[in-house]
């Protein structure tokens, strides 16, 4: 059974800087692509960022890129989102997920708990 285990939230003040881990577990894990997603009160789930099995391919959705950095290590079954620059709209519950290629949150199989980040103005 695949289990997913985040965890570095916390809260920040703007333009500080979080780094959020993923710990994965379970069969075949290193064949799926990574994500993290996040959710902001009153919206809906939306992509973050994702990264291909191997590693050599990484997606972000336009508001974090060049402020957001994500990474894994396949041997250790990890995921990292270093998030520098931070901004109040970053401010949500932060997701990672292993799933299919996509910016889709239905395409992701498996989810984590979730980790609570706020950044103050």
């Known amino acids: 059974q695949v289990q997913l285990v985040e965890s570095g939230g916390g809260s920040v003040q703007a333009g500080g800087s979080l780094r959020l881990a993923c710990a994965a577990s379970?069969?075949?894990?290193?064949?799926?692509?990574m994500g993290w997603f996040r959710q902001a009160p009153g919206k809906d789930r939306e992509f973050v960022a994702r990264i291909s099995p191997n590693g050599d391919q990484k997606i972000y959705t336009d508001s974090v890129k060049g402020r957001f950095t994500i990474s894994r290590d396949g041997a250790k079954n990890t995921g990292d989102l270093q998030m520098n620059v931070l901004k109040p709209d970053d401010t949500a519950d932060y997701y990672c997920a292993l799933g299919s290629w996509s910016d889709q949150s239905t395409e992701y199989r498996y989810w984590g708990q979730g980790t609570q980040d706020t950044v103050s103005s």
């Open positions: 379970g069969p075949t894990v290193s064949y799926y692509t």
